[in-house]
T-cell receptor, first 114, second 110 residues
Framework: DQQVKQNSPSLSVQEGRISILNCDYT??????FLWYKKYPAEGPTFLIS?????DKNEDGRFTVFLNKSAKHLSLHIVPSQPGDSAVYFC?????????????FGTGTRLKVLA | ETGVTQSPTHLIKTRGQQVTLRCSSQ?????VSWYQQALGQGPQFIFQ???????GRGNFPPRFSGLQFPNYSSELNVNALELDDSALYLC?????????FGPGTRLTVT
């Protein structure tokens, strides 16, 4: 059972435009969410996080939106740059018995075209 | 630069063998998590250590075990290797709001 889903395996966007990456989850107990980007042969790089007490968090060109009722979050990158081309993962966690673990989606490959 | 390093970078082992992977955090993160990433998949949580104690485990068999040391470095041990254990193994340090990953160890089991 895939609790965190990234239904778009790939996305192509023109340089300078907005990239929107989507993530859906099924577990209503998830209350912390992270976004990562990953280049080949490197570990995932942390981008931005959001807790369930917020519906938006912004850091430079990256903004994450959380819609708890829809169990949906999205990452907006504005403006998109060729260097943003990578695989993007969302991850979600819930606190259970004093501990937590992150469940990752399968990733979306973003290609920013120059 | 995440301050998390892993060794070795690549490793080839034979089915049935045992392997130890290492992780160190230059930032002194007191929580370390280990993940397995198969090709085309997202990272899968193996377990987490906090102050040298296992503090949460994913759906991995007991032949996956770990250690965390007082200097916050960590080891992942896998016994009786199977072909399906071939994957990228990642460790991450940090708290709940931010987890910083190392570059990973690519394990190939033949």
């Amino acid at each position: 059972d895939q609790q965190v889903k990234q239904n778009s395996p790939s996305l192509s966007v023109q340089e300078g435009r907005i990239s929107i990456l989507n993530c859906d989850y099924t577990n209503s107990m998830f209350d912390y969410f992270l976004w990562y980007k990953k280049y080949p042969a490197e570990g995932p790089t942390f981008l931005i996080s959001i807790s369930s007490i917020k519906d938006k968090n912004e850091d430079g060109r990256f903004t994450v939106f959380l819609n708890k009722s829809a169990k949906h979050l999205s990452l907006h990158i504005v403006p998109s740059q060729p260097g943003d081309s990578a695989v993007y993962f969302c991850a979600a966690s819930a606190m259970t018995s004093g501990t937590y673990k992150y469940i990752f989606g399968t990733g979306t490959r973003l290609k920013v075209l120059a | 630069e995440t301050g998390v390093t892993q060794s070795p970078t690549h490793l080839i082992k034979t089915r049935g063998q045992q392997v130890t992977l290492r992780c160190s955090s230059q930032s002194g993160h007191n929580t370390v998590s280990w993940y397995q990433q198969a090709l085309g998949q997202g990272p899968q949580f193996i377990f987490q250590y906090y102050r040298e104690e296992e503090n949460g485990r994913g759906n991995f068999p007991p032949r996956f075990s770990g250690l965390q040391f007082p200097n916050y470095s960590s080891e992942l041990n896998v016994n009786a290797l199977e072909l399906d254990d071939s994957a990228l193994y990642l460790c991450a340090g940090g708290g709940r709001g931010e987890q910083y990953f190392g570059p990973g160890t690519r394990l190939t089991v033949t």
